[in-house]
């Protein structure tokens, strides 16, 4: 069965210092890969997609970028972190079919100080 | 993306059926209908989706208007578990496109 893991599953960062978040899939292959943040009381914010290796598609121009260096790792980075980068980060993969259901990992809780 | 209206909120008893209506007034003939639910402190999951004829599944229900303008999702039982946000999101046929969220209702299930 497949399975997607993040981590770390919570983070304090102190303003200005870099990220990386790191997705993986387990159990599947050549998966759509997916980067959304939720902010405190907010709703889910699509950041970036993926369909496949190198092939990155910005949603939102902001202080963020992505990765996917291997066919199932997706990684999420800053060079310099804002305030309000602080939120809930959720990796989501999906299959290539169309109406695939899209799968979220456990999150990863960031809080920049 | 045709766009959904969702009430920002409801609440249900426990043990009573809920119903959870959608709107989309502009969707086109290759957008299918899906629903999502978000539980506190998780990620977003899959509940159901469908095109045109109604759909059951073993989480809920998903009546879809003759006209395809509305939709409403059914949980027969609702139990203190489900008390979540609960997504209604369009999705084009063509294609593989990212889920695109919108704000949701907020289901509350009492005791």
């Known amino acids: 069965s497949q399975t997607i893991h993040q981590w770390p599953a919570t983070l304090v960062q102190p303003v200005g210092s870099p990220l990386s978040l790191e997705c993986t899939v387990e159990?599947?292959?050549?998966?759509?890969l997916y980067w959304y943040r939720q902010a405190a009381g907010r709703g889910l914010q699509l950041l970036f997609y993926s369909v496949g290796i190198g092939q990155i598609s910005s949603e939102v121009p902001q202080n963020l970028s992505a990765s996917r260096p291997q066919d199932r790792q997706f990684i999420l980075s800053s060079k310099k972190l804002l305030l309000s980068d602080s939120g809930f980060y959720l990796c989501a993969w999906s299959g290539l079919a169309p109406q695939e259901t899209q799968y979220f990992g456990p999150g990863t809780r960031l809080l920049v100080l | 993306d045709a766009k959904t209206t969702q009430p920002n909120s409801m609440e249900s008893n426990e043990e009573e059926p809920v119903h959870l209506p959608c709107n989309h007034s502009?969707?086109?003939?290759?957008?299918?209908i899906h629903w999502y639910r978000q539980l506190p402190s998780q990620g977003p999951e899959y509940v159901i989706h469908?095109?045109?004829s109604n759909v059951n599944n073993r989480m809920a229900s998903l009546a879809i208007a003759e006209d395809r303008k509305s939709s409403t999702l059914i949980l027969h039982r609702a139990t203190l578990r489900d008390a979540a946000v609960y997504y209604c999101?369009?999705?084009?046929?063509?294609?593989?496109?990212?889920?695109?969220f919108g704000k949701g209702t907020r289901l509350s299930v009492i005791a």
């Open positions: 159990g599947t292959s050549n998966p759509n």
């Open positions: 999101i369009l999705r084009r046929l063509s294609g593989n496109t990212p889920l695109v």
């Open positions: 469908g095109l045109t």
């Open positions: 502009t969707i086109s003939g290759t957008d299918y």
